[in-house]
């Protein structure tokens, strides 16, 4: 397993912005590189969902319910993955999970809780 260190989150208005980002700090550059990352959420009640994801060749894709307004980016050299959030809605509050993943790893950071206020 690779730990996976998140940061940002927290409480806006609705209409706001908030960035998350997760760092692989025990990874070395080019072993992050080769592992899809994403973002995973899950609000009280319901099972986790996809936000978003990008591929090792850089490839994003997004849930629907995300699609214009979340951009989700890496940092190669930074080892970091950060999600982008804007025009956040009280249905998009959830605990945000970072992913990394290949055929040999499922690895998950601890959650960082996003609520946004109607």
């Known amino acids: 397993q690779v730990t996976l260190v998140e940061s940002g989150g927290g409480s806006v208005q609705a209409g706001g912005s908030l960035k998350v980002s997760c760092k692989a700090p025990?990874?070395?550059?080019?072993?992050?590189?080769?592992?899809?990352k994403g973002w995973y959420r899950q609000a009280p009640g319901k099972q986790r969902e996809l936000v978003a994801a990008?591929?090792?060749?850089?490839?994003?894709r997004y849930a629907d319910f995300v699609k214009g307004r979340f951009t989700i980016s890496r940092d190669n050299s930074k080892k970091t993955v950060s999600l982008q959030m804007n025009s956040l809605q009280p249905e998009d509050t959830a605990v945000y999970y970072c992913?990394?993943?290949?055929?040999?790893?499922?690895?998950w950071g601890q959650g960082t809780q996003v609520t946004v206020q109607g």
């Open positions: 990008i591929s090792r060749d850089d490839e994003p």
């Open positions: 992913n990394l993943r290949s055929q040999d790893l499922d690895s």
């Open positions: 025990r990874l070395i550059t080019s072993t992050f590189r080769m592992y899809e």
